[in-house]
């Protein structure tokens, strides 16, 4: 049992996890009351679709050969190597996958059942879909240099408006400041866990941004990245609803400045080096409790 569960990747969770809470953070700010039960069984959702993904994710990266490939492993990158250390057959991790998936498109449809919103059933597909094609043919999306962008738009963007809209029953611009903080966490995640893994990548054809535009590009698209997060939490700033989660953001500044001073050439590409990685990781989290934390605070002190 333990090694299913540890296929699913579980300490990566957290990054689906994130703007659910956080969606549902600008929600409650919002109307003032909390449904736990919409909370509870979105959180689980996204959670078991997100590890189904994970899992799949490991099994086609086992048919195109690139988490053989990779010499490179780290705690961050290079896949789960349930396959590569002999713990699952591939034909088990498919079904495992298939399983989660399953079982979070089940807990969907409880919500879509409860909310009879057709849009929660459209997100709630785009999720498994999006989940499952990352690296699923014939879509491989991130193969074709656009899984960093579909990776925040479904781990960020997509899932805090559908959990502020559980909330509120509404779609506005009111979860745009937090939505797009976190939609650029994740995707400063997937971009710099590609740096250990561009041999491999490139290899076999995966056309990663790291891979497509080159090592310096792609970490000047990382700095570019932590700014452009500095500059929205600003921007929250000037929004009434939005002040305190945009100042309490801009607390995880002496985290960002680390992160910059890890993006250099011989950090991302120096084998056995992944503090840029833990760092990222690190910054998505903290980031996401800080504008949850803020959001609070609003709603607490009326502020």
């Keep these: 049992m333990l090694v299913l569960f540890n296929a699913a990747r579980p300490k990566f969770l957290v990054a689906s996890a994130a703007p659910v809470v956080v969606g549902t953070a600008v929600g409650y700010a919002a109307v003032g009351t909390l449904s736990v039960a919409r909370f509870v069984l979105a959180l689980v959702g996204i959670m078991l679709i997100h590890a189904g993904a994970n899992i799949a994710n490991d099994y086609f990266d086992h048919v195109s050969g690139n988490d053989w490939l990779n010499k490179n492993v780290t705690p961050f990158s290079g896949g789960g190597r349930s396959i590569q250390d002999g713990l699952l057959s591939p034909r088990a991790m498919l079904l495992l996958s298939l399983v989660m998936l399953t079982a979070g498109g089940a807990i969907g449809i409880v919500i879509v059942v409860m909310t009879q919103s057709l849009l929660i059933l459209v997100l709630g597909l785009i999720g498994i879909a999006g989940g499952f ?132 050439i011989t950090e991302l590409t120096t084998p056995g080096k992944h503090r840029a990685n833990a760092v990222t990781i690190g910054l ?18 009326g502020s």
């Design 133 to 264: 094609f990352y690296t699923a043919p014939p879509l491989k999306l991130g193969y074709r240099c656009s899984g960093e962008i579909v990776i925040a738009l479904l781990f960020g963007m997509l899932p805090v408006y559908a959990a502020y809209y559980l909330q509120t029953g509404k779609i506005d611009m009111a979860p745009m400041g937090p939505a797009l903080i976190v939609s650029l966490l994740v995707f400063l995640i997937i971009l710099i866990n590609e740096f250990p893994d561009a041999q491999a990548d490139a290899a076999v054809n995966k056309n990663t941004l790291v891979v497509a535009l080159g090592t310096s590009s792609a970490a000047w698209i990382y700095r570019i990245g932590l700014v452009a997060s500095i500059l929205v939490a600003v921007a929250m700033l000037f929004y009434h609803a939005m002040f305190a989660a945009g100042l309490c953001y801009l607390f995880t500044l002496p985290l960002i400045a680390v992160a910059m001073k890890l993006a250099n």
């Design 284 to 301: 998505h989290a903290v980031g996401s409790l800080a504008l949850t934390g803020g959001l609070l605070y609003s709603l607490f002190t």
